[in-house]
Antibody
Framework: QVQLQESGPGLVKASETLSLTCTVS????????WNWLRQPAGKGLEWIGR???????YYNSALKSRVTMSVDTSENQFSLKLSSVTAADTAVYYC????????????????WGQGTLVTVSS | ESVLTQSPGTLSLSPGERATLSCRAS???????LAWYQQKPGQAPRLLIY???SRATGIPDRFSGSGSGTAFTLTISRLEPEDFAVYYC?????????FGGGTKVEIK
């Protein structure tokens, strides 16, 4: 059973860069896509972006100018950087796994990390 | 970009009752790439339904999904105490993902 675990600073200063890492255990990273999402307190879910093990990325157009994702399959990790953060970026950040099969059919996010709260301070 | 609108915002029901949740897309959903998730307080979302109508592994058969195109429904046939939670629909696929705003199913 695959497990995902987010890690990184819980407090980031405004205008700085938020950096998080998701460690994947119990399974291979190949044939999956790896996603970051967030959820402000009391609000809904927002997808930030996705990265494939090839390094290809897709980002939420609303955040694209500030987001960078990377993957390190040798360490079974993928990472998120969000620059120029403001209080609006305060949220629980989740990493999650999607899947696509050999025919190109996609499946949604079936495994999630527990989430990590990141607070942006002024 | 396709917007997903969920209704109602809150559903107040008693255990044993049937819950019907709606998700409408502003554009047709390709290949029925529509999923439903359940989220309880302090927990990550849990995948319930994918492909509009297929149950994810381990999901009880009281949960069912239906619909195509722009109109989708999640039905919980008989609510159990553990089913009171927030439910999100999600459009997925090869590019971006979008979520609906959620429906809270609360105990009446």
């Amino acid at each position: 059973q695959v497990q995902l675990q987010e890690s990184g600073p819980g407090l980031v200063k405004a205008s700085e860069t938020l950096s998080l890492t998701c460690t994947v255990s119990g399974g291979s990273m190949s044939s999956y896509d790896w996603n970051w999402l967030r959820q402000p307190a009391g609000k809904g879910l927002e997808w930030i972006g996705r990265i494939y093990t090839s390094g290809s990325t897709y980002y939420n157009s609303a955040l694209k100018s500030r987001v960078t994702m990377s993957v390190d399959t040798s360490e079974n990790q993928f990472s998120l950087k969000l620059s120029s953060v403001t209080a609006a970026d305060t949220a629980v950040y989740y990493c999650a796994r999607g899947y696509f099969d050999s025919s190109g059919y996609f499946y949604p996010l079936d495994s999630w990390g527990q989430g990590t709260l990141v607070t942006v301070s002024s | 970009e396709s917007v997903l609108t969920q209704s109602p915002g809150t559903l107040s029901l008693s255990p044993g009752e049937r819950a019907t949740l709606s998700c409408r897309a502003s554009q047709s959903v390709t290949r029925s790439y529509l999923a439903w998730y359940q989220q309880k307080p302090g927990q990550a979302p849990r995948l319930l339904i994918y492909g509009a109508s297929s149950r994810a592994t381990g999901i009880p058969d009281r949960f069912s999904g239906s619909g195509s195109g722009t109109a989708f429904t999640l039905t919980i046939s008989r609510l159990e105490p553990e089913d009171f939670a927030v439910y999100y629909c999600q459009r997925y696929g090869s590019s971006s993902l979008t979520f609906g705003g959620g429906t809270k199913v609360e105990i009446k």
